[in-house]
């Protein structure tokens, strides 16, 4: 196991009985592990092992749970569990459990309560833990039951979050393509929920999830207990991180009452097309330092952090001499540049 960096252990199950038998969660998860294995430009992002239970490969609790056991027992910024198969909700204890082909006839297999206390006892040894669950009753995962009143109250250790298909008495829905929300984590998982500079948190992968189920049925299941989030997958920028470095320089403070400013004037110096400006101004010669500032803040504004001000567009903004400002989303992206708290 790498220490000091990320893993993750990805069991998929397909070969039960043939009264039982699954057909997706073997592709499910081998396409999970592609996505954690590298990050977007192909550099290596975590260290993957997969255990796939199919008919000419079967894996046993004792093999899976070996490897869960290794991987919490390192030292890791980030460790990962995935997995999808049956899923037995054990009655009296609530004990949810991932069954394997060997213990199919007993109802026996990995009992998750012990996956959650291995993460639960890694911290901060393993500084995030992520654990992802696409079988039926996931949404019981992290939970005890109370004997008193059948409540339950929460078990779910600092430094841990949970990602399931499925509340504790529903069905995760599989498609011709696979697991319902593994599909979804999937697409989060290539750049769907990356913010601007293309990292993938689990908060962002859940959003996206969340926001693609209905109000009725099967409903994912988030849960957390973090100080701070963590990057699963580095995706592409969707801006040139040096653009959102210029934020201050371009909107800096205001030295009379020390507040940002949130305008930039601009004038037709910045625009270095010269096709359809009025007349007046066509003999006016664009300066490059201008037009090299312009191109970041039009950059900005296609991605929602600054928006031309009195105006219908940037090049209007420009040759009419008005300016841009920044958005919600532009000020919060130049504080955290100023306050030098932007993590790249």
Known sequence: MLENDKAAVVVGIDHYS???????????????AKQLAHNDDGTKNMHVVPHL??????????????????MFASTLKCAVVYLAGHSALHTRSGDLILVTPDGEKRGQGIRLNEVMSL???AFPRVQSSIILIDTCHSGAFGEVQKATNNATSSLIGEGVTVLAASGRKQSARESSEGGVFTNLMVEALKGSAADLLGRVTPAAVYSFID?????????PVYKANVSRFTSLRQCKPQIDIQYLLDLPKWFPVDVED?????FHALDERYEPNRDNVPAEIIDIPPVPELTAIFAGLQACNRHGLVVPHDAEHMYYAAIKRKGCKLTPLGRHYRNLVAREQLMT
């Open 119 to 121: 993460a639960n006892e």
């Open 258 to 262: 020390a507040n940002m400013q949130d």
């Open 18 to 32: 043939q009264r039982n038998m699954l057909y997706g969660c073997c592709t499910d998860a081998e396409r999970v």
């Open 53 to 70: 239970s199919i008919v000419q490969s079967q894996v046993a609790q004792d093999a899976i749970m070996e490897s869960i056991e290794e």
């Open 211 to 219: 926001q693609n189920f209905g109000a009725v049925g099967q409903r």
